[in-house]
């Protein structure tokens, strides 16, 4: 079975950085998308990036492009999400989602999601 567990979160203050950490178990397939998404009080949930498993392909959202970048390790078993330049419009319950597949799906094709992790933004 298929398990997702985000940490990293926390407080920073505008123009900090976080790291976001997503262990991913129970995946047997190589070809695999690990999505990154974020949920604001309010607000729907909206997706921040993409990597595959086979090759590192990344995909970003416009809101974070060149601010954030996902990478994994070398196993394939943590993604990362490292967030600079946070600003006042990030904070959120970031998710790490996975499946089989690539990163053009659209997030409800996702069937396994962690629990998030807060990140909080303020001065």
């Known amino acids: 079975q298929v398990h997702n567990v985000e940490s990293g979160g926390g407080l920073v203050q505008p123009g900090g950085s976080l790291r976001l950490s997503c262990a991913v178990a129970g995946v047997t397939s190589y070809y695999y998308a690990i999505g990154w998404f974020r949920q604001a009080p309010g607000k729907e949930r909206e997706a921040v990036s993409c990597?595959?498993?086979?090759?590192?392909?990344?995909v970003y959202a416009d809101a974070v492009k060149g601010r954030f970048t996902t990478s994994r390790d070398n196993a394939g078993n943590t993604v990362y999400l490292q967030m600079n330049r946070l600003k006042f419009e990030d904070p959120a319950v970031y998710y790490c989602?996975?499946?089989?597949?690539?990163?053009?799906?659209?997030?409800?094709?996702?069937?396994?999601w962690g629990q998030g992790t807060q990140v909080t933004v303020s001065s």
């Open positions: 989602a996975t499946d089989i597949g690539d990163c053009g799906r659209p997030q409800t094709e996702y069937r396994h």
């Open positions: 990597i595959s498993s086979s090759d590192g392909y990344t």
